[in-house]
């Protein structure tokens, strides 16, 4: 069974400063990966996604993820953080088959001070 | 483009009572239909999955059901609220498999808060 592992509840950065998030999976095969954002009371929205071919993955509002094999990982990163990205971000992993199950981390909830 | 909708977005309701939550995609047709609750502090929990018009499966047993009464209308059901049923409802969709695009796509939410 597939699972993913954020180890970070919460982190807090200052603006301007670069941002790492940090996700490991377990999986058989190759993986689907995404990361997720989330601001309070609304929903998931897609920041990028992970399936094949190059393991540098570039996604919406400058952030960008790092497949890496070797440490089943997937981290996400930033440059240069601006307080709208406060939010809970969720790492995922979907495994190919029927109805094409994902698996959410619990998230890494982010906040940045000025 | 795709929009999927959730209503309501908002419900306070009686422990014992019945509860209908809907959810709609536009702009797709045949999706996966998918509803998760969020806990405060806790990942998202996969509750049902559809793969077609009256196709459910349930991850987990629960006090809850879905419907699935035409190709892009999902609808969550309880017939008495239970006080642990409270949470965040979220309704997501993605293509069919072999469509090369297995992310799925979620609605707003609806806060359930049972009393």
């Known amino acids: 069974a597939q699972s993913v592992t954020q180890p970070d509840i919460h982190i807090t950065v200052s603006e301007g400063a670069s941002l790492e998030l940090r996700c490991n999976y377990s999986y058989g095969a190759t993986p689907y990966l995404f990361w997720y954002v989330q601001s309070p009371g609304q929903g998931l929205q897609l920041l990028l996604k992970?399936?094949?071919?190059?393991?540098l993955v570039q996604g919406i509002k400058g952030f960008e993820a790092e497949f890496k094999r070797s440490q089943s990982s997937f981290n996400l990163r930033k440059p240069s953080v601006h307080w709208s990205d406060a939010a809970e971000y969720f790492c995922a992993v979907g495994a190919s088959g029927g109805y094409q199950k994902v698996t959410f981390g619990t998230g890494t909830k982010l906040q940045v001070i000025p | 483009s795709q929009t999927i909708h959730q209503w309501p977005a908002t419900l306070v309701q009686p422990v014992g009572s019945p509860l209908s939550l809907e959810c709609t995609v536009e702009?797709?047709?045949?999706?996966?239909l998918y509803w998760y609750r969020q806990a405060a502090g806790r990942g998202l929990q996969l509750l049902f999955y559809?793969?077609?018009?009256?196709?459910i499966s349930s991850e987990v047993p629960q006090n809850l059901s879905a419907s699935r009464p035409q190709d892009r209308q999902f609808i969550l059901s309880s017939k008495k609220l239970l006080l642990s049923d409270s949470g965040f409802y979220l309704c997501a969709w993605s293509s069919q498999p072999g469509l090369a695009s297995y992310e799925q796509y979620f609605g707003p939410g609806t806060r359930l808060t049972v009393t």
């Open positions: 559809s793969v077609g018009i009256g196709q």
């Open positions: 992970y399936f094949s071919g190059d393991t």
């Open positions: 702009g797709t047709s045949n999706p996966n």
